[in-house]
């Protein structure tokens, strides 16, 4: 209301300046406070940084990103997206990081009929039984991301697995979705308290029991570099191969550098983006976000810098014509805007058809640790919940 | 039953039971003496963590940031209970509630400004940092061996403490009766401060050496501050002897649950509902011990004598 | 009309003036968005009221309660995700469940007391909190969204209208606080707050102090039940995050800023504190920080919160 206040002053006192150029309004929902603003930080790094390489310019419009808070709460969350539908008026909103903000904020956007754009949460019901004209999502859906790494680890001859993962959402999904690939047997599953332990002494010495070929896990954030460390520890290092999603990334892996944990390098997990990945528009995105930033970005930024572009491609198309939601929608469908993951093509229920790679902890030539991209473990894989939406595309 | 796997769960539980002790003996002293709710005792876990990891790390020694540790959270202990705490004595609980939790807020953010959200990774030196035989086949990681044995020695100093030093019975005097030491000439505000900043000590030494495993997050008090004050009420509030029995068995007892519960439900439990139940089951199992000796014997397992 | 004089009334007469008027006003003036933001409010206010009922007037400071909001929503959310949406089924389960639920809490943590009692509650709270995380099949911590709000099957009363949906809440509010007026002013709420002062006594004059507070616990229990099963009617969502442990915390906060063991004073407790973490956050990121210490600042030096900041000297005790 306050805000509200200012503004109309603001704007009145605008009314003797000649009128400004039309404008596009972007609302971003991300992370801004406690520890998990460092994610939100990656992507809003990148969101700024992919308004500066476009000329703050969309086609002939100004671009203004409304930022919301969603202070890693559904119900903030839900409240920070209102705030930018409801009172700021933006024209499309795009972010969300968590799956359940991203639950409990959809209804706001797409119920008043605008464009929303998931950088980063791919829940199954969004990308099957809810999917909506309106939802994009540009950066996977949560299950492919496991599934290539049950693929990997057929390839590389895996026979039997061990899994540990923490028992909530996202842990759960990256469990159902190497099971679903993966041909060998599973010797052990431990499903832990999140995020309260942090301690895996019992799960370790299971695994040592067990003598599997392989282990897998998901810890992300600060529970990563203590599970590693356990897992040398427990002298499974050497002993049972490591392969991992979401735990070693551009965020944690300059920790694991400072700490020395020579462990990681040699490990492999798999994603459908890496720092390393040849196309032009990624080399431009790195180099330019390491000039910037001075750190290698990390998926989430890749995501955020792919929504900003695919907004871009959308305004170009109907030139500059936000009324035109319906031709906006078709260019999202599309999804010919210049990625970081290459070319790609968006599946009927909006989401991404693309490749998942191999990748390996390594030190790269300047001595800083990060992630080289091997090869292609799935070839333009889509998510198994397609079927379950019933757009045609 | 791989016999090797059970003495390992054993010495898992044992170690897991000595980081939980540190903790409730603490707050057993600074409760039963003070009378002080002090939410952010789990704080001072948290900043132990951080203050002595980063004194490892500037000292390049764990033993040399470890030693160092110690004065500096008595230092931090008693500064936070002069100038933060001293305030609330006089006050009801409600306040105490409310101030040292507005305190875990402040700490929280005052640590992430610090040392960034990312948390802080210590590093061990080599020898500390594999595995090793410890007979009959078994091998175990060097570190938790160092663990329990630290904490073993920790808590018969903690003993020595209260039970045959000057100090420790100036303490017992006034976990007894603080009006009557008080009237007996004891310093009680000088004792509090002590007192305090002996559980910080001990709240630092359990938040140090559980980093090198568990890495320093922020936040990483809180949830240990629950399972200590669990352990407390199982062993008898007040009883430093209570606590350590206590926290060796929830500590064993958890352990044990998050490795053979499932294996346990698939006997007679299809595999999907045994996979589903077996995790939620094993958290809860500390929680349902607990409220059934609430319910069976409300004073705890070992209540110090002539309490009830 | 003369009660309006005090600072304290006055204030709290203005928060129920634009609870009943927002819906009407906000858009009027072009902000639609503080119909919703008044909304959620409102059940923090119910939550708030029924935490006064054992923390203000009794002196039990549970710091688990938000669990109950987690087990009314939850109730809702799972009844509808199989496909039944009538609230004549859906509201008496929820209620029932918090009444079973905060029964057996309620006599767990009631053997402990002072800071025991308060981790114990926390503690079973937590193991709520974890089972409902580890509920795959209902979303874990994904949620649930709830896709139709609960249905009355009375033509021309439905929840799905946004304006029924607000003054119902309202409705339950006022309801709630003269429930808890009746209690406190009764026979009951007088043991349970002669408790509160002076335990010892009460039981000294024969009165069984723990069945009075058992019964206390489990009003409160379902009362804040009530506000889980509004809250999920009114977000179409429920997660495990509505009733971890934070909420808990900062429900006794709304009751301590708005005046413990006054009627109103968790209703205007609750008003502040939200409005306040709205304006605040569109100030400044780090406002965590301010916040804390504004707390703390709160309970040391405004005893009685805004209540007792505003009533004149003579109307303190």
New interface residues.
Partial sequence: MFRKLMGTAAALTLLATPSLADSIKIGFVTTLTTPAAIIGKDMKDAVDLAVESMGGKMGNLDVEIVYGDDEFNSQKGKQATERLVLSDNVDIVAGYIWSNVLLASAPVVLGADKILISANAGPSPLAGAQCHKNYFNVSWQNDQTPMALGELLNQQGVKSLYLIAPNYAAGQNMVAGVERTFKGTVVGKDMTVWPSQRDWSAELSKVKAAKPEGIFTFYPGPAGPAFIKQYQQAGLEGQVPLYSVYTLDSISLPLFQKAGMETVLGTKMTQFWAPDLDFPQNKKFVADFRAKYGRYPSFYAAQAYDSIFSIKSAVEAVGGDLKNVDGMRAAMRKADFPSVRGPFKMGNNHHPIQNFYERTVVKDADGNWTTAVGRVVLKDHQDPYASQCKMAG | M?Y??LV??FL??F??GIILFLMAAGLTLV?GIM?L?NLAHGSLFMIGAFVGGTLVIVTDSFLLGFLLMIPAMLVIGIAVELVALR?LYPRD???????T??????FN??T??TW????L???LPAFL???VAIGLGI?Y????LVIIALGLAVAFGLWVLVARTRIGMLIRAGASNRTMAGALGVNIPVLFSIVFGIGAVLAGVAGLI?T????A????G??V??LA??V??IGG?GSIRGAFIAAILTGVID?MG??FL?VFLLLFLPENAA??A???LS??LI?VL??AI??FR?QGLFPPRGAG | MTALRNPANAFTAIVLVLFAIVPFAAPAIGEPFYVIVFARIMVWAIAAVSLNLIMGYGGLISFGHAVYLGIGGYTVGILAFHGINSAWVQWPVAIGLCAAISAVFGAISLRTRGVYFIMITLALAQMIFFLSVSAEYYGSDDGLNIFQRSDFGVPGFSLEDNLTMYYTILALLLGCVFVSWRLVNSRFGAVIRAAKSNNTRVLAVGVSTFRYRLTAFVFAGVMCGIAGLLQANLERFVSPDMMNWPRSGELIFMVVLGGMSTLFGPVTGAFVFLMLSEILAGITIHWHIIFGPFLVLVVLFARGGIAGLLSPRSARE
Wanted: proline fraction near 8%; glycine fraction near 8%.
């Fill in positions: 791989d090797v796997l390992e769960q898992n539980g170690q897991l409760f009378d709710v305030t609980h409600l306040d105490h509630v409310l101030a939790f507005g305190l875990i807020l402040f953010e005052a992430r400004l960034g959200p990312e948390g990774i210590v590093p940092d594999g595995s091998t990681p060097v570190y938790r559980i090198p495993i568990t890495q997050a922020i936040g990483m809180e949830d501050l629950i004050f669990v407390i009420v509030i352990t998050r490795s499932d996979e589903s077996g995790p939620a958290s809860m929680y607990m409220a609430l319910f409300p």
